[in-house]
């Protein structure tokens, strides 16, 4: 057994709750599928890539509790918010298919992936990674994970976010582009999946601007809310 010491303390395993169990949900990895709504593509000037999903990442520690207040996040003035409906992976799975692939779904939750949509946008222009835009501290904010046998057959749910008391998301989990078996077998086909992984499943339209101060709350039918705060920045 190897006795090498690390040179400093490691961070903690995000962990996020469980609806019915004392035990919490290790985060492993976050996945998150772009253009998955075919109206949100279009909202941001867009057409769908039917042929396969997209994918970009975001790091564990961006990991937020619902009920959270946050600050705003550095090198930023244009933050948005994206309501999303998210995968609990809970079984290890390469190359599996898409037949399959719901065998390895541990639950559900609501999420949302905060965007520093000026960064996302420049990185487009000049054709770079949307690191920066994406993948930030506290940009992946989560809600109580449901198992899937409690949750049921994903499809016909409302998914919808509000900023204050207006409406800005609305829409159901049947209008996304890809479905989350075929999510997890193209996905598959790339990694080795292994429980403690999410998948943030696309957004749709409706995404738009906050502000220090706004308060998020976001809904996908059969799952815990999530309401979000607005801090100033630090």
């Known amino acids: 057994m190897s006795t090498t010491k690390a040179l400093f303390e490691v961070p903690a395993t995000p962990l996020v709750p469980v609806k019915g169990e004392a035990a919490a949900f290790p985060v492993h990895r976050i996945f998150c599928v772009g253009r998955n709504y075919a109206d949100h593509a279009a909202e941001m000037g867009h057409e769908v890539d039917r042929e396969a999903p997209f994918y970009f990442t975001k790091p564990a520690s961006a990991i937020v509790p619902s009920g959270s207040e946050i600050p705003y996040p550095p090198g930023t003035s244009n933050l948005h918010y994206e309501m999303e409906f998210v995968v609990a992976i809970g079984a290890p799975a390469f190359r599996i298919s898409t037949e399959d692939a719901g065998s390895i779904v541990y639950g559900y939750a609501a999420g949302l992936d905060m965007t520093r949509r000026d960064l996302q946008n420049a990185a487009k222009a000049k054709q770079r990674p949307w690191s920066l835009g994406k993948a930030f501290e506290n940009s992946a904010v989560i809600g109580e994970i449901t198992p899937k046998a409690v949750f049921g057959t994903v499809g016909p749910q409302r998914i919808s976010l509000k900023v204050g008391d207006v409406v800005k998301q609305d829409a159901h989990l049947s ?57 100033a920045a630090e």
């Open 175 to 231: 209008d996304m582009v890809w479905s989350v078996a075929e999510l997890i077998s193209h996905l598959s086909q790339y990694y080795h999946l292994v429980p403690g992984d999410l998948i943030y499943t696309g957004t749709p339209a409706g995404v738009g601007p906050v502000v220090a101060g706004d308060r998020i709350s976001g809904e996908v039918e059969g799952l815990s809310p999530i309401t979000l705060v607005l801090g």
